[in-house]
């Protein structure tokens, strides 16, 4: 799937996704508080973290949120139902990448700790058991969040960052 992460004049961003399924979403952020925008800090550290269920990979599978709205393409027939059951599937890795960004979001902002015992303790608000990430996967989400600050400080009203979120091999079978 690839997005386009766009700076708006207000300081917020947009982003503009090309799903597999060649239907275009926009999604449009609420926060203008951290250094980069809340929906990046998602792709960057889901991606970084392999949450394959959070916000971006949920999105890819076909779910649909308050603040996306459908641009291009033909949406399916049953976007509404299969956006709930995406969503009740999800709820656990969705609620837990709300934990673990906000970790991610207060590193890149330059107040938070950037170990790999933030990443665990945010583990432990919503799950049970030994965290899943190691210290290369905490490293590599850091280091690719402080390259996206410095890109997001440089760009200009309207400039645009893209990335590319991983499809599931089911998705692209279906194509």
């Not at 956006?83 to 330059?110: F, K, M, P, T, Y």
């Not at 919503?126 to 600050?149: F, K, M, N, W």
Request: hydrophobic share 35%; charged share 30%; proline share 4%.
């Amino acid at each position: 799937m690839h997005v386009e992460f766009s700076k708006r004049a207000d300081g917020g961003s947009l982003a503009l996704i090309d799903r597999e399924d060649g239907v275009r979403l926009r999604l449009r952020s609420y926060d203008r508080t951290g250094e980069v925008p809340h929906d990046a800090v998602h792709l960057v550290g889901e991606r970084a973290l392999g949450l394959t269920c959070g916000l971006w990979g949920s999105l890819a599978a076909g779910a649909l949120f308050d603040s996306v709205e459908v641009v291009a393409g033909r949406p399916r027939h049953d976007r509404h139902r299969r956006s709930d059951a995406v969503r009740r599937e999800n709820a656990a890795q969705l609620r837990h990448a709300e934990s673990v960004v906000g970790v991610l979001q207060q590193c890149v902002d330059g107040d938070g700790d950037s170990t790999k015992a933030a990443l665990d303790a945010a583990w432990g608000i919503t799950a049970t058991g030994a965290s899943p990430y190691t210290v290369d996967q905490a490293a590599t989400a850091v280091r690719e969040l402080r390259t996206l600050r410095e890109r997001w400080r440089r760009l200009a009203v309207g400039g645009t960052i893209p990335y590319t979120w991983p499809t599931p091999p089911r998705a692209r079978r279906r194509r």
